[in-house]
């Protein structure tokens, strides 16, 4: 009976080692499938320079949400030109720019209290909302070091992982510096958020997928089929060390 109960420890040692490395491959697929869909938001966005939004009736705009507003005069239904007594309506459209686009879906996840989360941050960050934590500075720091493009640690109980954001031509406009920003851009952001450097690591897409490997995500693997094979295999043990 000790023999056995020696070879029970035993064994489970490397079983859980091997069920953690499974486990934690797995939570890093989930993340690295949410990072792609964040990088195809982001993509989706810029192939049209952005997205104008159209804004509700009667709504009142978050000026920090967009960059650009344009008033659009409704033409007369029989297609004429309208002169400004004749203007049915008029319509708000408002710019939202890709990181926007992507923080937009990133806040109303967290509302959801989805499950997995994500965020876009940079250590040159302009909106102070999107400021790193100490994870995601040591993310950044680690992938500027070692020019890879993702980087991940369990935390807290948290799968934490990292995808390079790497300035390319098309974000130096915006941030590059203030004085080459756009107006709109530089309005909103007068000090913060520039500096970039072509082909750096300037920001990265942080997510966040929780129950990392414990004792409670054990607990909820459990199935009998799999304890009844583990008994039989106790089982056939026990008899082959009494044989001996
Ligand atoms: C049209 C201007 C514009 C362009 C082009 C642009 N950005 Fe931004 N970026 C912004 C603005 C404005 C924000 C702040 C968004 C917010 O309020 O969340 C921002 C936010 C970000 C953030 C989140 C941290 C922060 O600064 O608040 C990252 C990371 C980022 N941008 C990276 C990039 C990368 C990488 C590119 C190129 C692929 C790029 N941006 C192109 C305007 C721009």
Known sequence: MKRLLLLLVIASFPAIFFAKSIYSNEQVQQARTVANMVEMIGKWAAQYKGIWIKEAKGE?????????????????????????????????????NP??????????????????????????????????????????ETMRENKSSEYFEERNGKMLYARALVATEACMRC???????????????????????????????SVQIPDAFGPKTLLAAFDWLSAAIAAIALVLAAMVLRKN
Request: charged share 20%.
């Open 99 to 140: 990181a926007l686009v992507q923080r937009e879906i990133s806040d109303l996840m967290k509302n959801d209290n989805a499950k997995t989360s994500f965020r876009i941050t940079s250590d040159k960050y302009m909106n102070p909302k999107n400021s790193p934590n100490s994870f995601e500075r040591k993310a950044i």
């Open 175 to 205: 941030h590059e510096s203030a004085q080459k920003a756009p107006a709109a851009v530089q309005a909103l952001y007068p000090k913060q958020g520039y500096g970039y450097q072509l082909g750096q690591v300037e920001g990265i897409i």
């Open 60 to 96: 009142v705009v978050d000026l920090n949400s967009h960059l650009d507003t344009l008033a659009v005069n409704l033409v007369n239904q029989d297609n004429s030109l309208t002169d400004q007594e004749s203007v049915q309506e008029t319509l708000n459209f408002h710019l939202k």
